[in-house]
C-alpha cells in the first residue's frame, strides 16, 4: 500500500502511526480520511529546504543588489519577523538601514 505525499511539503517519506499519517521531514500529522482539498496553502523553503513561517527570522546567503541604491543586502544581514507572501519574491520584510523589502526564499536560510 503506498501512502499519500505530506500535503505541506509534499515529501513521499510519509508512515502511518496511531490512524494519522505524519510527514518526517516537517512534522505535519493528518488523518487520511478526511478531504483537505479545500485548503489552499502554499510552503516556502529557504535555500537549504527548510519550511519559513510567518514571524521566523532569516539570513542572507549572498549580496543582494538593491534596485536604486548604490548599497547592497550584504551577506549575513539578518532578517527579523518576515511574512510571507504567495508571489515570486516571497518573503516581505523590513531590513534596517534600507526599510521595506521584497526577498526570494532561495537566498536566505532559516536561522
Avoid at 49 to 62: H, M, P, S, Y
Avoid at 84 to 106: P, Q, R, T, Y
Wanted: charged share 25%; proline share 5%; aromatic share 6%.
Amino acid at each position: 500500500m503506498e501512502l499519500p505525499p505530506c500535503p505541506q511539503c509534499k515529501s513521499s517519506y510519509t508512515y502511518e502511526m496511531d490512524g494519522l499519517l505524519v510527514c518526517p521531514e516537517c512534522g505535519h500529522e493528518w488523518n487520511p480520511h478526511e478531504s483537505n482539498t479545500a485548503e489552499d496553502t502554499f510552503v516556502v523553503k529557504d535555500c537549504n529546504g527548510n519550511i519559513l513561517q510567518n514571524g521566523d527570522t532569516v539570513i542572507t546567503i549572498k549580496n543582494l543588489p538593491v534596485r536604486g541604491s548604490a548599497q547592497s543586502i550584504k551577506a549575513g544581514t539578518k532578517v527579523r519577523n518576515i511574512r510571507l507572501v504567495n508571489s515570486d519574491h516571497n518573503i516581505d520584510c523590513k531590513i534596517d538601514g534600507f526599510g521595506a523589502m521584497a526577498l526570494k526564499s532561495e537566498f536566505v536560510k532559516k536561522a
